[in-house]
């Protein structure tokens, strides 16, 4: 197989007994969402690509959405993320993926012709099927108005008969998005006490029902709880879990006036006083995914087994595409920041800045001379005295001259003061600012009670440790 090119490979393991091509469906999707995460230029499509996902999120490991989640986030997510909210609405409420994932495909009119009932005799006997309501709730509860959106369960039950009929067609061979007008509910629906028919003159009469559907999410695009909730979502994603309501309000109304334009929105997030203030500064836990592409990427290291990358999200506890609820994975602090995942974010650090992560390369030596090239001794710090201005330009010399050679420098650990000017570069180059005193201690201490035999070995002890440090979990 050495000697097969990756589509061959695919194939060939596809083949193989007891191994289904849906496991090499989830595992190159997922492979492909961390290394754009880490290699992509185009940062903010990445990272709105995933707030989306998480926002409108479906499980990947439910019936045929094993299949459809590919397209689901490449033509329904992807392709909207900075456009407008009512487009990506009404592009995921008409996936496949989110028709399986929330069970709509499911959903009968309870007097509809799906359900045994003939128009021309009221009295004709009704079969089993019936109504379900998840894609209703949670359209308005997780995707649109939120949860204080003043609607009711007679509201959930009324959306629920508007959206009978949006189904799948032979789902379970990766058939299309279909409106099926047998399973519609006829007759008209009291929905936030306006009475919503199905007469669109520009649909074929087969088609009527589907119309409201589409006027209903229309309707939740356009409606000031759905601004504020959106608003509050993408502010609680850059800046703060208890974001501040001002910016909250002006972001909503920029919603509001731009008929949620998602960019226009976002230029009132990075321009507001809130987002450039220090109080918001590095005040975000990053979720497992942050944390292992920002170690990749703030050490420039080139990933070569994203594989081995899935599963470390796995393991700590964010596997890709395997969020079960609706609400898709927390973004908050409490979710994410407790002893268990520091460890297994340390011990994370350790193998990677140690060489024994699978079989990933990483030279801690051309982290620091990156941190010294962008920082030269020409410019330190105001507070640093002459003397230590004097050690900080020996010691980039010295480090500068070991990256020339491939960091293949066998010159003993740096001295006390070597180790504090290392420390000082890593944390300005993989944090950007300042680290408390207490961390700085307690990495001193760490270092004192685990022997190197050369500057490598502390350096790679020096860049892990920063790397699990408290400071660098936040962004």
Same mark, same amino acid.
Not at 110 to 123: E, L, M, R
């Given at each position: 197989?050495?000697?097969?090119?990756?589509?061959?490979?695919?194939?060939?393991?596809?083949?193989?007994?007891?191994?289904?091509?849906?496991?090499?469906?989830?595992?190159?999707?997922?492979?492909?969402?961390?290394?754009?995460?880490?290699?992509? #230029?185009?940062?903010?499509?990445?990272?709105?690509?995933?707030?989306?996902?998480?926002?409108?999120?479906?499980?990947?490991?439910?019936?045929?959405?094993? +299949?459809?989640?590919?397209?689901?986030?490449?033509?329904?997510?992807?392709?909207?993320?900075?456009?407008?909210?009512?487009?990506?609405?009404?592009?995921? $409420?008409?996936?496949?993926?989110?028709?399986?994932?929330?069970?709509?495909?499911?959903?009968?009119?309870?007097?509809?012709?799906?359900?045994?009932?003939?128009? $021309?005799?009221?009295?004709?006997?009704?079969?089993?099927?019936?109504?379900?309501?998840?894609?209703?709730? #949670?359209?308005?509860?997780?995707? !649109?108005?939120?949860?204080?959106?003043?609607?009711?369960?007679?509201?959930?039950?009324?959306?629920?008969?508007?959206?009978? /009929? +949006? &189904?799948? %067609?032979?789902?379970?061979?990766?058939?299309? *998005?279909?409106?099926?007008?047998?399973?519609? #509910?006829?007759?008209?629906?009291? +929905?936030?006490?306006? @009475?919503?028919?199905?007469?669109?003159?520009?649909?074929?009469?087969? %088609?009527?029902?589907?119309?409201?559907?589409?006027? =209903?999410?229309?309707?939740? =695009?356009?409606?000031?709880?759905?601004?504020?909730?959106?608003?509050?979502?993408? =502010?609680?994603?850059?800046?703060?879990?208890?974001?501040?309501?001002?910016?909250?309000?002006?972001?909503?109304?920029?919603?509001?006036?731009?008929?949620?334009?998602?960019?226009?929105?976002?230029?009132?997030?990075?321009?507001?006083?809130?987002?450039?203030?220090?109080?918001? *500064?590095?005040?975000?836990?990053?979720?497992?995914?942050? *944390?292992?592409?920002?170690?990749?990427?703030?050490?420039?290291?080139?990933?070569?087994?994203?594989?081995?990358?899935?599963?470390?999200?796995?393991?700590?506890?964010?596997?890709?595409?395997?969020?079960?609820?609706?609400?898709?994975?927390?973004? @908050?602090?409490?979710? +994410?920041?407790?002893? @268990?995942?520091?460890?297994?974010?340390?011990?994370?650090?350790?193998?990677? !800045? /140690? /060489?024994?992560?699978?079989?990933?390369?990483?030279?801690?030596?051309?982290?620091?001379?990156?941190?010294?090239?962008?920082?030269?001794?020409?410019?330190?710090?105001?507070?640093?005295?002459?003397?230590?201005?004097?050690?900080?330009?020996?010691?980039? #010399?010295?480090?500068?001259?070991?990256?020339?050679?491939?960091? !293949? &420098?066998?010159?003993?650990?740096?001295?006390?003061?070597?180790?504090?000017?290392?420390?000082?570069?890593?944390?300005? !180059?993989?944090?950007?600012?300042?680290?408390?005193?207490? &961390?700085?201690?307690?990495?001193?201490?760490?270092?004192?009670?685990?022997?190197?035999?050369?500057? &490598?070995?502390?350096?790679?002890?020096?860049?892990? *440790?920063?790397?699990?440090?408290?400071?660098?979990?936040?962004?």
């Amino acid at each position: 197989m050495a000697d097969f090119n990756p589509r061959e490979r695919e194939i060939f393991n596809g083949m193989a007994a007891n191994i289904g091509a849906p496991h090499y469906i989830v595992d190159e999707l997922s492979q492909a969402k961390i290394l754009r995460a880490i290699l992509s #230029e185009r940062q903010l499509q990445e990272v709105m690509a995933d707030f989306w996902f998480n926002h409108f999120n479906i499980y990947i490991g439910k019936d045929s959405d094993t +299949w459809y989640t590919t397209s689901y986030e490449r033509d329904a997510i992807r392709k909207h993320v900075l456009g407008k909210f009512r487009d990506l609405l009404l592009a995921t $409420a008409s996936s496949p993926a989110m028709m399986i994932y929330l069970d709509n495909w499911l959903s009968i009119g309870p007097d509809s012709q799906a359900n045994g009932v003939n128009p $021309a005799n009221p009295n004709s006997k009704k079969g089993n099927h019936g109504l379900n309501e998840n894609y209703g709730r #949670e359209v308005m509860e997780l995707h !649109t108005a939120g949860v204080n959106g003043g609607y009711t369960q007679a509201d959930v039950t009324a959306l629920a008969s508007i959206f009978t /009929g +949006w &189904t799948v %067609d032979r789902p379970n061979q990766g058939g299309p *998005f279909q409106y099926d007008p047998k399973r519609h #509910e006829p007759g008209p629906k009291q +929905w936030f006490s306006e @009475t919503i028919r199905g007469v669109d003159p520009t649909l074929a009469p087969n %088609d009527a029902g589907k119309s409201e559907g589409l006027y =209903a999410l229309n309707k939740l =695009a356009a409606n000031p709880k759905t601004a504020h909730f959106i608003s509050y979502k993408l =502010a609680q994603r850059f800046v703060a879990d208890d974001p501040p309501p001002a910016l909250v309000d002006r972001m909503a109304a920029t919603y509001l006036s731009t008929d949620g334009d998602i960019k226009a929105i976002l230029r009132t997030l990075v321009q507001s006083p809130e987002f450039n203030s220090k109080k918001y *500064f590095r005040n975000k836990v990053k979720t497992p995914m942050e *944390f292992v592409a920002s170690a990749f990427r703030t050490t420039a290291t080139d990933p070569v087994n994203p594989g081995a990358l899935v599963n470390t999200l796995k393991t700590m506890g964010m596997a890709l595409y395997y969020a079960l609820p609706p609400t898709g994975y927390y973004i @908050t602090a409490d979710q +994410w920041m407790n002893s @268990t995942a520091l460890v297994d974010r340390l011990n994370f650090a350790y193998s990677l !800045t /140690g /060489g024994k992560f699978a079989n990933q390369k990483f030279d801690s030596a051309h982290v620091l001379a990156l941190g010294l090239m962008s920082q030269p001794a020409g410019s330190p710090s105001p507070q640093m005295s002459e003397t230590e201005k004097s050690s900080r330009a020996k010691f980039s #010399e010295a480090l500068l001259t070991a990256e020339i050679h491939n960091g !293949t &420098t066998t010159q003993p650990s740096p001295d006390a003061a070597g180790q504090d000017i290392a420390l000082h570069v890593l944390e300005d !180059t993989l944090i950007g600012d300042d680290v408390s005193t207490q &961390t700085n201690q307690l990495i001193h201490k760490q270092i004192t009670e685990i022997p190197t035999s050369n500057s &490598t070995d502390t350096l790679n002890l020096l860049t892990a *440790f920063v790397m699990g440090s408290p400071e660098f979990q936040l962004r």
